[in-house]
């Protein structure tokens, strides 16, 4: 592991400890929050490595450069025959990193829903504040997120 993941690491498990001890404290609910989203992020993680793929290419490289599935980061990575190779912490970080996005996009729903008192509310607004504030977001997500790929030097 690079000095770089290490780094990543300790920065996400640091600022996911500090979200888990917010939910935590915040809402009674909190923990099932906690572990819903962690299976959540396993499961977005394992996804990914099944949807984003980025195929060995050639362009600056002498020869092939591998290729690699999953996103934001490797999951697995790809070589020249269909050799494909799982990297552990690879998955694992990617996990961490779905795990504090889904945190983080969590708290905000709550405090917007806690903002505009959607629990005293009709159900259609309800379900309005769902699509707009829950759904919207990860449905346009692809469009404002990078898409992979290739590393080639200038």
Same mark, same amino acid.
């Given at each position: 592991? =690079?000095?770089?993941? !290490?780094?990543? #690491? !300790? ?14 404290? @915040? &809402? *009674? @609910? ?17 996804? =990914? ?19 690699? @599935?999953?996103? *934001?980061?490797?999951? &697995? ?7 494909? /190779?799982?990297?552990? +912490?690879? #998955? ?21 829903? /806690? ?5 005293? /509310?009709?159900? /259609? ?7 707009? #504030?829950?759904?919207?977001?990860? +449905? ?7 898409? *992979?790929?290739?590393?080639? *030097?200038?």
């Amino acid at each position: 592991m =690079s000095l770089g993941t !290490i780094l990543l #690491f !300790i920065a996400l498990a640091v600022f996911i400890v500090l979200m888990v001890a917010w939910w935590l404290r @915040r &809402h *009674p @609910r909190g923990l099932e929050w906690v572990t819903t989203a962690l299976l959540l992020s396993f499961a977005l993680s394992y996804v =990914s490595s099944l949807l984003v793929e980025v195929v060995p290419y050639r362009a600056g490289c002498l020869g092939f450069c591998q290729g690699w @599935r999953g996103y *934001p980061l490797a999951t &697995h990575t790809l070589a020249l025959g269909g050799l494909t /190779r799982f990297i552990p +912490a690879g #998955f694992v970080l990617d996990a961490g990193i779905y795990y504090a996005v889904l945190l983080v996009f969590g708290a905000l729903v709550l405090q917007l829903t /806690r903002l505009f008192r959607i629990s005293q /509310r009709r159900k /259609r607004w309800q379900l309005l504040f769902a699509l707009i #504030f829950v759904v919207a977001p990860w +449905a346009l997500s692809p469009t404002f997120t990078p898409t *992979p790929q290739p590393d080639v *030097p200038l």
